[in-house]
């Protein structure tokens, strides 16, 4: 048995999975000989600490990497994992929805795998249900971290409508483009972002426009972008 455990984030989260349980039918008799099986786990989390489900339908998707419909099987999410059985030979990118039936409530980062013949492939997710991240990355106009001497820059992600705000510093060069840095735990919520640069006694130096920005389900990684600071006069 090998195992794989989260590879890659996709840059971009694929679309939520609803209805019933599908798989395609290019071969309704699969040969067991040119079939590979998923068996995923999901652990559910709010900041680190165990969670319940937010939703009752928890949906491993198969997504084959050459295109086409996806495999989909769906679980009691209480259930905490399941197969996904006969899956052709091949490569595919594999996530977990957990939805009402509806709405998708929360979502695993993506892997990237290649199922062989035999195969049985232990898939392990972390879910965070209750909170969301942001990744980002900066620029300095007219110059760089190095150029300014700069100590840090701030990520300062204020929940809409309140004083609410979570201050995340990261050294400069962590989200200097095209680095990317990403942000601690946000409680899904519509959010005012502002990013400012420090000196070495971590007062700002300059800032970029205000973003906003809104996670709506649990464990969503929202792509900020670049953001260009322009250095105070």
Known sequence: ?????????????LAPATGCIFVSDDDPDPDPDQTGT????WNLLDDGAAAGCPGPDATIV????GGGSPYQDIYDCADGGGLAADLPVGDYTVWVDISDGSTLLAQSEAVDLSVDAGD??????????????????????????????????SVLSTLSG????????????DGENPAIATTGALPIGDYVVSVAVLDQADLAIGEAD?????????????????VTINLFP
């Not at 090998?2 to 989260?13: D, E, H, Q, V």
């Not at 198969?62 to 990497?65: I, T, Y």
């Not at 049985?120 to 971290?145: P, Q």
Request: aromatic share 8%; hydrophobic share 45%; glycine share 10%.
């Open 38 to 41: 998923l068996d995923v786990t």
């Open 1 to 13: 048995m090998k195992t794989i455990t989260r590879l890659a984030l996709l840059s971009a989260l």
């Open 210 to 226: 205000e973003i906003q920005e809104s996670i709506t389900f649990g464990n969503e990684f929202v792509d900020l972008g670049v």
């Open 162 to 173: 309140t004083t609410q705000g979570i201050d995340d510093v990261f050294d400069c060069a």
């Open 120 to 153: 049985l492939i232990d898939v392990i997710y972390d879910i965070d249900v209750a909170n969301g991240f942001f990744d980002v990355s900066w620029e300095i106009a007219g110059s760089s971290c190095s150029g300014v001497n700069a100590g840090g820059v």
């Open 62 to 65: 198969a997504q084959p990497a």
